[in-house]
């Protein structure tokens, strides 16, 4: 072996072990649980990746498309996620290791997402126009894994609709405003923050009627969930022309409780003090708002230590 080779040898396994030229690896991999593409959740989860990778250093965060809030947190049970989002009733159900659940979840609240609400569409043309005319239909329920799954169900039967006589079929948001356009189903139940994306592409395509749910029922045979009624207002969708009640919850960003302290806090001062990047992506970003704690006594839920922290800092947990 001449001498100049012996020299590009050792040269090449000195770049080898010292990693030159090459991008060190993060301290810590944080993988966030959202939805399907099509919703609310993904985009905002998205942005907070996005915001985390570029102002947080030391972390690799990722936002993974789910089936939904179920799914998040059966995968944060399972330690394949770090955090992720959730309507309230479904991480009360979780919590407690109710149906959808076997078991119960150990998980500590981040903060207020936005209201959520579910949202139920017909097509216009189908003379549907509230929950109680879909005894006998087709209906989406969402995807394997969204909360609409059982929520749905607890609905239609509230309204006196026989479930065992509604054939149900379970589609993510796109997939089920394709539907709806295909005539292959009959109604859909979306849940995300407004404007969906979904519903908004299908109304542009076609005329859709948004069905009404009766304020008395919720506020009766939900009385102890985390479901209230709330008014969407006329023209929040193209081609709306009245107000329609709907049932609304508020989705949260929920961490692992085996996230340590400083880690949250870093993470919640991080997207907090990028908020503005977080509104970009969707038009409800910009509504996320730590909890305080009469809103937490008022939940009922944990809330991380490290979000409690940052809570703290700022001033609004005394």
């Excluded at 990693?19 to 959740?41: K, R």
């Amino acid at each position: 072996m001449s001498k100049r080779t012996s020299i590009i040898i050792l040269l090449l396994v000195a770049l080898a072990f010292c990693g030159c030229g090459q991008q060190q690896d993060p301290d810590l991999d944080i993988s966030i649980g959202t939805a399907p593409a099509t919703g609310s959740f993904y985009p905002v989860g998205v942005a907070m990746a996005d915001v985390l990778n570029k102002h947080l250093e030391g972390v690799q965060a990722t936002a993974e498309e789910t089936g939904g809030s179920a799914e998040n947190l059966a995968l944060i049970d399972e330690g394949r996620i770090d955090m992720g989002f959730s309507p309230g009733e479904t991480i009360e159900k979780a919590i407690a290791g109710e149906e959808p659940f076997t078991k119960k979840t150990e998980v500590a609240l981040g903060w207020v997402l936005f209201p959520d609400p579910f949202q139920p569409v017909a097509l216009k043309e189908s003379g549907i126009k509230s929950l109680s005319d879909l005894e006998g239909k087709k209906v989406s329920i969402g995807a394997p894994g969204a909360t609409v799954n059982f929520t749905a169900k607890e609905l239609l039967k509230a309204h006196g609709v026989d479930i065992n006589k509604v054939s149900f079929m379970y589609l993510g948001w796109g997939e089920a405003a394709d539907a709806l356009a295909d005539r292959k189903i009959d109604a859909g139940f979306f849940q995300a923050a407004i404007p969906s994306p979904a519903i908004e592409g299908l109304a542009a395509r076609m005329p859709i009627q948004l069905l009404e749910v009766d304020p008395e029922v919720l506020e009766t045979d939900f009385a102890d969930k985390a479901l209230f009624p709330g008014v969407l207002p006329k023209g929040s969708y193209h081609g709306q022309e009245e107000d329609v009640v709907w049932p609304f919850d508020y989705a949260y960003a929920f961490f692992s409780a085996q996230l340590d302290e400083d880690t949250v806090y870093d993470i919640t001062k991080t997207i907090f003090e990028n908020i503005d990047k977080i509104g970009e992506a969707h038009p409800m970003g910009k509504e996320m708002r730590l909890i305080d704690e009469k809103t937490a006594s008022e939940i009922g839920l944990e809330v991380h230590p490290g979000a409690i922290k940052y809570a703290k800092e700022i001033g609004v947990w005394e």
